[in-house]
């Protein structure tokens, strides 16, 4: 008679709760959702009357991580051991650095989304300021100046940075001329912006004559910024390329340009993209050179090589120094331009993104 041995029996483990002597996964989360919570009751309450912009954003994430950490250890320390307890606090320690790290950029997201909310609606983006003395009005002419111009740098920027790179890594090892172009770079990555600008003022006041403003040289001062960014984030990138991939297509007889086109930038292609994210969003807020190189005007102006245009950084320059009557208008346009700012280079990045998602090389298992 054969007896057919029966599986062992699988046993299901319990439930983590506060008694097994481990906390569940929810509770660090849900701990620090009330600690943020009761952080911002307090502070909302000590703002009570005044405006939401001076709603302390900041001490309400330091207060509420040190609220965590409190509870944390403690009920870790009840509920599991001491030692799980001085781990967890460990870990909260760590999150709490990363947080006051993150305080000047929410801090400031905090207070610019604020602000800029009072005058965001539909006229902001639908009117220049044409005629507009007072209350009213928009920035229609400052948005597209400010996405005409970038666009322009980044059409000059990015093909010169990128073939410099591809120079620097692929022909220029060990090459004189390649030691030369880098030390260059490195220098120019650190000008200051108005030296662009004025560079840029100075060669049309010689070629075409003092005081010319336009567009296109608003271009040519932000492309002077953006092209030593593009190189060394490209190069960078090229670099850390396996040399493997190389190898394998010269091998198949490929020639060397036919390597970096197909394979090479492919391979690449993500963190370039990135790169040249990197420079736009380095530039499009420039405000020094687009005051010198492209000045501001208050009707709508599409033409890159006539005539002044407006900018969103030179608007909400304008709009905050120079108030008229009433003040609290001017400060509101120029507080809506800042957010609109943002935006677009948030737009942007998600954007680029997806464009490195769509053409980086898919990777195929057997």
């Given at each position: 008679?054969?007896?057919?041995a029966?599986?062992?029996?699988?046993?299901?483990?319990?439930?983590?709760?506060?008694?097994?002597?481990?906390?569940?996964?929810?509770?660090?989360?849900?701990?620090?959702?009330?600690?943020?919570a009761?952080?911002?009751?307090?502070?909302?309450?000590?703002?009570?009357?005044g405006?939401?912009?001076?709603?302390?954003?900041?001490?309400?994430?330091?207060?509420?991580?040190?609220?965590?950490?409190?509870?944390?250890?403690?009920?870790?320390?009840?509920?599991?051991?001491?030692?799980h307890?001085?781990?967890?606090?460990?870990?909260?320690?760590?999150?709490?650095?990363?947080?006051?790290?993150?305080?000047?950029?929410?801090?400031l997201?905090?207070?610019?989304?604020?602000?800029?909310?009072?005058r965001?609606?539909?006229?902001f983006?639908?009117f220049?300021?044409?005629n507009?003395?007072?209350?009213?009005?928009?920035?229609v002419?400052?948005?597209y100046?400010?996405?005409?111009?970038?666009?322009?740098?980044?059409?000059?920027?990015?093909?010169?940075?990128?073939?410099?790179?591809?120079?620097?890594?692929e022909?220029?090892?060990?090459?004189?001329?390649?030691?030369?172009?880098?030390?260059?770079?490195?220098?120019?990555?650190?000008?200051?912006?108005?030296?662009a600008?004025?560079?840029?003022?100075?060669?049309?006041?010689?070629?075409v004559?003092?005081?010319t403003?336009?567009?296109?040289?608003?271009?040519?001062?932000?492309?002077?910024?953006?092209?030593?960014?593009?190189?060394?984030g490209?190069?960078?990138?090229?670099?850390?390329?396996?040399?493997?991939?190389?190898?394998?297509?010269?091998?198949?007889?490929?020639?060397?340009?036919?390597?970096?086109?197909?394979?090479?930038?492919?391979?690449?292609?993500?963190?370039?993209?990135?790169?040249?994210?990197?420079?736009?969003?380095?530039?499009?807020?420039?405000?020094?050179?687009?005051?010198?190189?492209?000045?501001?005007?208050?009707?709508?102006?599409?033409?890159?090589?006539?005539?002044?245009?407006?900018?969103?950084?030179?608007?909400?320059?304008?709009?905050?120094?120079?108030?008229?009557?009433?003040?609290?208008?001017?400060?509101?346009?120029?507080?809506?331009?800042?957010?609109?700012?943002?935006?677009?280079?948030?737009?942007?990045?998600?954007v680029?993104?997806?464009?490195?998602?769509?053409?980086?090389p898919?990777?195929?298992?057997?």
């Amino acid at each position: 008679m054969t007896t057919i041995a029966t599986p062992p029996a699988t046993t299901v483990a319990p439930p983590r709760s506060l008694t097994a002597g481990h906390l569940p996964t929810w509770t660090p989360w849900a701990l620090l959702a009330g600690s943020f919570a009761v952080s911002a009751v307090v502070f909302a309450l000590l703002n009570i009357g005044g405006d939401p912009a001076d709603f302390n954003i900041a001490m309400t994430l330091v207060v509420g991580m040190v609220i965590y950490m409190a509870l944390i250890f403690v009920i870790s320390s009840v509920a599991e051991s001491r030692r799980h307890a001085t781990d967890r606090l460990m870990t909260a320690l760590v999150s709490t650095a990363f947080v006051i790290a993150l305080l000047p950029l929410v801090s400031l997201l905090f207070t610019v989304v604020v602000n800029g909310l009072a005058r965001f609606d539909g006229e902001f983006f639908s009117f220049s300021m044409r005629n507009i003395v007072g209350e009213g009005g928009g920035a229609v002419h400052a948005i597209y100046g400010t996405l005409l111009i970038t666009l322009g740098a980044t059409i000059i920027s990015v093909p010169i940075g990128l073939m410099t790179s591809i120079y620097l890594v692929e022909y220029g090892q060990g090459k004189k001329l390649a030691r030369g172009i880098t030390f260059l770079v490195d220098v120019m990555t650190g000008i200051p912006s108005i030296v662009a600008g004025l560079f840029i003022y100075s060669v049309f006041a010689i070629i075409v004559g003092p005081g010319t403003r336009m567009g296109i040289m608003g271009s040519l001062a932000l492309s002077v910024l953006m092209i030593p960014v593009v190189v060394r984030g490209s190069e960078e990138l090229l670099r850390i390329v396996p040399n493997e991939l190389r190898e394998a297509a010269y091998a198949l007889g490929v020639p060397k340009w036919l390597t970096i086109v197909k394979v090479v930038l492919p391979t690449a292609i993500a963190g370039i993209t990135t790169s040249v994210m990197l420079a736009v969003a380095r530039v499009i807020g420039e405000t020094a050179p687009l005051l010198l190189t492209v000045g501001m005007v208050q009707g709508m102006n599409l033409n890159m090589f006539g005539g002044q245009m407006a900018t969103l950084p030179v608007f909400s320059y304008m709009q905050a120094k120079y108030p008229g009557l009433p003040p609290e208008a001017f400060i509101e346009r120029a507080w809506a331009s800042a957010l609109t700012l943002i935006l677009i280079v948030m737009v942007l990045n998600l954007v680029a993104r997806l464009i490195a998602k769509i053409f980086a090389p898919k990777m195929t298992g057997r």
